[in-house]
């Protein structure tokens, strides 16, 4: 098995069971950042392409980037019209102040030194161009309370915490929109306003287990039971939340989109 903070092993069933779904916060974030014909447009943290495919269906050319090759295989073969190459938000491949706007779907609280990251975001970016960015701005449901309570039966609390801070080191400050708002005035970005907004992502109940596996929660949970231990607890899963939850599962979510500009 690959290193577990990456999304490799669960490419197909991201695509599978998210992306129709996550397409709708996509096509919000492209609206808000006023993506239109004719621009250049970046797309970090691209995973399958779903943010890349809303911006080119509002008519702008596209490049995504992400670091795993299982995504952006997917992302060629289901959204060609995406230009998609492996790389990270730090150091990016590309040339000073190529793109129109530059945006990045649910990846800021993945970077490990986001200072870094949103630095070379704006190098990258035109002057005036647009930056707009998307995170979860949710509190536990009782959905993700009862997934974390099986999953403490099989992995400590001490244990899965620290391993989630190397993958999402920034899962709880940026749900907070004022920790958003100041970490990208603090990097040089102007004129930023925040907004939030409520989905309701609807899953067969099979379908909502197994995209639980893609979470890095699940990923690091995978790590440590091996792919039969995994699949076993998977089924152990699939029947607490039949008990406790209809079938199909309503997920309410809320996305906080957080916007500005380049000098």
Do not use: C
């Not at 030194?113 to 647009?130: H, M, N, S, W």
């Not at 004022?178 to 309701?200: K, M, N, P, S």
């Amino acid at each position: 098995m690959q290193d577990w903070r990456r999304y490799d092993d669960v490419a197909d069933t991201y695509e599978r069971v998210h992306a129709a779904r996550f397409a709708e916060p996509a096509r919000d974030l492209v609206r808000l950042v006023g993506i239109g014909e004719g621009q250049r447009v970046l797309d970090v943290g691209t995973g399958t392409g779903v943010a890349g495919e809303a911006a080119r269906a509002a008519g702008a050319f596209v490049v995504g980037i992400d670091p795993s090759l299982e995504m952006l295989r997917i992302s060629r073969g289901t959204r060609p019209d995406v230009h998609v190459a492996a790389g990270q938000a730090i150091d990016l491949p590309l040339r000073d102040r190529t793109f129109d706007s530059v945006i990045g779907n649910f990846v800021l609280a993945h970077f490990t030194k986001y200072q870094t990251a949103l630095f070379d975001l704006i190098r990258v970016t035109k002057p005036e161009g647009r930056l707009g960015l998307s995170a979860w701005a949710d509190p536990q449901d009782d959905l993700t309370k009862t997934w974390l309570e099986l999953v403490y039966q099989v992995v400590p609390r001490e244990m899965l915490e620290p391993a989630l801070s190397q993958a999402v080191p920034w899962r709880d400050r940026f749900r907070s929109r004022a920790a958003i708002e100041e970490a990208l005035i603090d990097a040089g970005i102007r004129h930023v306003r925040t907004e939030v907004d409520q989905y309701r992502f609807q899953y067969p109940l099979d379908d909502y287990v197994d995209g639980l596996a893609t979470w890095a929660t699940g990923r690091f949970v995978r790590s440590m039971l091996g792919d039969a231990g995994f699949a076993d607890f998977l089924e152990r899963v699939r029947t607490a939340f039949k008990e406790r939850f209809a079938d199909p599962v309503n997920d309410f979510r809320e996305v906080m989109f957080a916007l500005g500009s380049r000098p």
